[in-house]
């Protein structure tokens, strides 16, 4: 199965239509037909269902679709790793990184790295600990900022120099936006909103078992998501301090849960990892940062 052949299918997949991916492609729509039948005759499955003027995948060709994006954008970046090996001003760098206030130490150190080393390009990827972690052990990325303790037998990490608190969000005008604080007892029968990963390893720290009393009306990865349905009446979010616009007019207010619940956050790589130089050089600076964020946060502590 060659590379070459796997981007064709991928470009067929996601227009839908092969005259579209055989203009975006820059190849004759013969050659992309001959070049699918052919995979199809590799593979001994049928990949695609065509139309009169249009084409679908089958279930084997969605398996594959999946498949196909994850290796060709490995393979994109290992040619863009040897293509750097030689830059000492540059390279890319991929990161995965969860939703947290605190992503703004990790554009700091971006940038100072730019102002030393001018040609790095920086790849950014969100998503929960499962998602970043996953492309993380496949190689698709360099390095993942996670909200949840890793795994040190697999991981390197770095720990953030502060905790995401949790808070609960809902439209500014219900009841519960009347207390300073909230407790469990507060969330009993509500329809509430939070990720699963949560669900599994947060909420418990703060209510043990008794989570199994909420109500999850659903679920979101991304907390923006979330806030519109809560702005909407259909629910309270559960989720991180600072990432939702609260301010006046935005039609929510966010309240702490009670006890107080924080969540750590880690910059994290594999172990044994390959770095390219331009990565190598991102990671000597982080390093110092995370010193100096360290030593700014004992500061602060011995102070209070």
Not at 96 to 101: T, W
Not at 197 to 210: A, T
Not at 226 to 232: I, K, L, Q
Request: aromatic fraction near 10%; proline fraction near 4%.
């Amino acid at each position: 199965m060659e590379i070459r052949t796997l981007r064709y299918f991928l470009e067929t997949a996601r227009e839908g239509n092969m005259t579209r991916a055989s203009e975006r492609l820059a190849v004759s729509q013969s050659t992309l037909s001959k070049q699918l039948k052919g995979l199809e005759e590799e593979l001994g499955k049928k990949l695609f269902i065509r139309h009169s003027f249009s084409i679908e995948l089958t279930e084997e060709g969605m398996l594959l679709r999946k498949h196909a994006e994850d290796l060709l954008s490995m393979a994109d970046k290992i040619t863009e790793e040897f293509k750097s090996m030689d830059d000492i001003l540059g390279g890319d760098i991929y990161f995965g990184c969860a939703e947290s206030f605190q992503i703004c130490y990790l554009a700091r150190m971006i940038r100072l790295c730019r102002e030393q080393y001018p040609g790095l390009h920086y790849h950014i990827t969100s998503g929960d600990t499962e998602q970043v972690t996953e492309k993380l052990d496949k190689g698709l990325l360099d390095f993942g900022i996670v909200v949840e303790e890793p795994n040190r037998e697999k991981y390197h990490a770095l720990a953030f120099p502060e905790a995401d608190r949790w808070m609960l969000v809902m439209p500014e005008h219900c009841a519960l936006a009347k207390k300073d604080k909230i407790v469990f007892e507060d969330l009993l029968g509500l329809p509430l909103y939070c990720s699963e990963q949560s669900v599994r390893n947060d909420l418990p720290r703060w209510c043990g078992e008794r989570v199994k009393e909420l109500q999850f009306e659903g679920s979101f990865r991304l907390a923006y998501n979330g806030s519109v349905f809560a702005r909407e009446g259909l629910g309270y979010l559960l989720t991180f301090d600072k990432l939702i616009d609260t301010s006046p007019g935005r039609g929510l207010i966010a309240r702490p849960l009670s006890p107080v619940l924080e969540t750590p956050m880690y910059l994290i790589w594999r172990r044994y990892q390959v770095f390219t130089p331009i990565a190598e050089r991102f990671l000597s600076i982080a390093r110092q940062e995370f010193v100096k964020m360290q030593e700014t946060t004992n500061g602060r502590i011995g102070k209070a």
